[in-house]
């Protein structure tokens, strides 16, 4: 039983992944019927923000009573009047006799209150099957729900000895083209992307996500004195929201010349720079729930040193720069004891063609 639990629950979690770039700030969830012999008699999952939710699709799809049949779903069904009713009282409603959950939903307006409402119904309720994937799964909107800011993810790409680009700022090309591929993915699951003016100023990157059928990220720029050309690949007006973080003390005829496809936020200064703090709060209330920082050695300093981080993926290939002056991923801590070292804590690592993918954690 568990193993067959565990099988469909899997299945549950790729179904969701099909709602990536689409449902957010919603959680992606997937949801299978089946009976008693574990043949699926339907499926669906979360398809778009403000759409039916997943355990509704896979009750629409189903072309039979469901009486005595039972549902998976990596997220507890909802027991609050959202967008639509709660799922909770369908599946009361079609006398499913068992719910199977993967977890407990951290929204505080269901939190419990749908397995619960099952349970009173004398609906019989399981959970936890495979915890750990749906907690990785939806692991944007629970860092959302809990501290009410957005997951941010440092990526990057570098040697084996950690640089990004050589002295001259030559960084074309370290990984190779399935590496690239992998962050255009990347850049389909998150809201956002961010850098730094100094990384659009060197490298010209446009940041969209060319890949078929996925959408692009909103742009982020940090720059503090408006300084990057508006001739940057990364201004074109191609509908994409573009969003960028200036000084409080940018003049406002500076501000007034820049193209209207783009919204200039003003935000407070640390130590002469964006302060990154509050310019990720304000994000946050600007829609913003996740985001993909690939920046530059300073930035992504500034994102670890502020505590903001809860994700690193390094893409490593194999080559060796060796040169003290050549620019390495992070810069600038004065740190003398490995003590002081930030720990994480690896997910995955996996070999692309020529290069590997590590994903680590921040500790809390
Ligand atoms: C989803 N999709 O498949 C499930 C969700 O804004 P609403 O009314 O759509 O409600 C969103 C909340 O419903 C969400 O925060 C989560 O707690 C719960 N479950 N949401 O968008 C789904 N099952
Ligand atoms: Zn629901």
């Known amino acids: 039983m568990e193993k067959e639990y565990k099988r469909l629950m899997k299945r549950c979690i790729s179904l969701a992944k099909k709602g990536m770039g689409r449902v957010s700030p919603n959680p992606l969830v997937g949801a299978i019927i089946f009976d008693d012999d574990f043949r699926i008699i339907s499926e669906g999952y979360h398809q778009y923000y403000g759409g039916n939710h997943a355990e509704r699709n896979a ?45 407990i939903d951290p929204n505080p307006k269901v939190a419990g209150k749908g397995i619960e409402k099952l349970k009173n119904a004398g609906i019989e309720v399981i959970t936890g099957v495979c915890e750990e994937e749906c907690l990785q799964l939806n692991k944007i909107f629970i860092k959302n729900q809990i501290k009410k800011a957005p997951y941010i993810t440092i990526k990057t790409a570098t040697t084996l000895d950690g640089k990004i680009a050589s002295s001259s700022y030559n960084s074309k090309w370290i990984t190779d083209e399935v590496s690239r591929n992998e962050v255009q993915k990347l850049r389909n699951q998150y809201d956002a992307v961010l850098t730094g003016s100094s990384t659009v100023i060197k490298d010209n990157p446009s940041l969209t996500c060319r890949l078929k059928n996925m959408r692009n990220p909103v742009r982020i720029i940090l720059d503090t004195r408006l300084t990057v050309p508006f001739s940057s690949k990364v201004y074109n007006d191609d509908g994409t929201r573009v969003i960028v973080l200036t000084g409080e003390n940018t003049p406002s005829n500076k501000i007034k010349a820049c193209p209207k496809n783009i919204e200039i936020v003003k935000c407070p200064l640390k130590d002469n720079k964006i302060n990154l703090n509050e310019a990720v709060k304000i994000l946050y209330d600007m829609g913003i729930k996740s985001i993909l920082a690939e920046a530059g050695a300073q930035v992504n300093k500034s994102i670890i040193e502020e505590k903001l981080a809860d994700e690193l993926i390094q893409f490593i290939a194999p080559k060796i720069l060796g040169d003290k002056s050549a620019v390495s991923f992070v810069e600038g801590f004065r740190r003398n004891k490995i003590a002081e070292c930030n720990n994480l804590n690896i997910v995955s690592t996996k070999v692309l063609k020529n290069d590997i993918m590590i994903v680590s954690r921040f500790s809390e």
């Open 59 to 103: 009750v629409l799809s189903a072309g039979e009573d469901l009486k005595g049949k039972s549902i998976i779903v990596n997220l507890e069904p909802c027991s609050h009047y959202g967008k639509t009713p709660p799922c909770a009282d369908l599946i009361i409603e079609k006398g499913i006799k068992r719910v199977i959950a993967g977890l």
